[in-house]
């Protein structure tokens, strides 16, 4: 064990791998089950809404990237590392809080701002 990982307690070493396992599984569902996971999307109907190239595509390749840089992070136990990560996903449930707000979908944009809080004060208590 380094130095490094000695500096991020383990609740934040918890809620990563948390974090990890829900952002992998709705990648997976995204790809193969994209009308399960987007049933109560508004935009289901519209002509090329499952495409990969549009943005379902961008969801997937979205969450996917996240999975692996938070896997990458978690398996490192680098305190700098799980910064990069925190610091990543900051700013991505962050942007998901803001457009869901405008979007008008306040039960995603509750979870996407709690998530926020938990991650600023997960960044916080990193000594790297």
Known sequence: MTNDSITTPKWITIYLWI???ITLGASLAGYFK????????EALPAAGALSLAGPLGLFVS??????????????QKNAGMIK?????RL??????CVNNIIAGNMPVAIMGGVMC??????????KA
């Open 62 to 75: 979205r969450n996917m990237a996240t999975a692996v840089v938070t896997l990458f992070g978690l398996l």
């Open 19 to 21: 974090t990890f396992f």
């Open 34 to 41: 994209p009308d399960a996971l987007l049933g109560t999307w």
């Open 117 to 126: 809080l938990i991650e600023i004060f997960a960044f916080t208590k990193i």
């Open 91 to 96: 700013v991505s449930d962050g942007l998901d």
């Open 84 to 88: 990069i990560v925190l610091l990543l």
